[in-house]
């Protein structure tokens, strides 16, 4: 099974709403839903039962050196090229909780990459030239604009099943904090 570690982020009003104004462009685009959107703090690939659960059990005898902390969603932005990008999503404020939490995470279970915590909110697959420009026109109008702020008691980790219509998240533990 594919698996994740996440903070589950709800989709506020504003969110939603930048979410409809994107969705209204004609990219061929898949829009994250508002039950899968998080925020992925260590993604783990394909692992097998035996490895969930020595994951569970590692992260279960961590988690109470992590304390409640906020976190600010604040711009947009996207990774690919201006001209074809193929994510677009809302920043996180540097924070150093959340540094914390993806430390203790990296030093846990090794990290490949440095961590650009982010909120993904479209898959971009394609879209005509005219309307990339539009979407770039809204990634400039909300590059600095605040989106939320929200308290982070809880990590989950989840298990990702691809679906031809897209990812299907089934939680299979949480950690509260």
């Not at 604040?74 to 809302?90: E, K, N």
């Not at 279970?109 to 005219?130: C, M, N, Q, V, W």
């Not at 990702?160 to 533990?173: D, P, V």
């Amino acid at each position: 099974m594919r698996v994740f570690l996440a903070i589950e982020i709800e989709q506020n009003d504003a969110i939603v709403k930048i979410i409809k104004k994107i969705s209204a462009l004609t990219i061929n685009q898949r829009i994250v839903t508002r039950q899968n959107s998080h925020l992925t703090v260590k993604f783990f690939g394909e692992k097998n039962p035996d490895e969930v659960e020595l994951i569970n059990n590692t992260i279960m005898k961590e988690i109470d050196s992590i304390k409640p902390f906020t976190i600010t969603l604040r711009g947009i932005g996207y990774f690919g090229d201006r001209r074809s990008p193929h994510v677009l999503w809302i920043g996180i404020d540097p924070s150093d909780e959340l540094k914390k939490l993806y430390d203790m995470v990296a030093l846990l279970f090794g990290s490949d990459r440095e961590a650009t915590p982010h909120l993904t909110i479209s898959r971009i697959k394609y879209g005509k030239l005219h309307d990339m420009t539009l979407l770039m026109n809204i990634i400039e109008q909300y590059k600095d604009v605040k989106f939320n702020t929200v308290t982070v008691n809880e990590i989950v980790l989840k298990e990702s099943i691809l679906e031809r219509h897209g990812a299907i998240y089934r939680t299979l533990y949480n950690y509260s904090f």
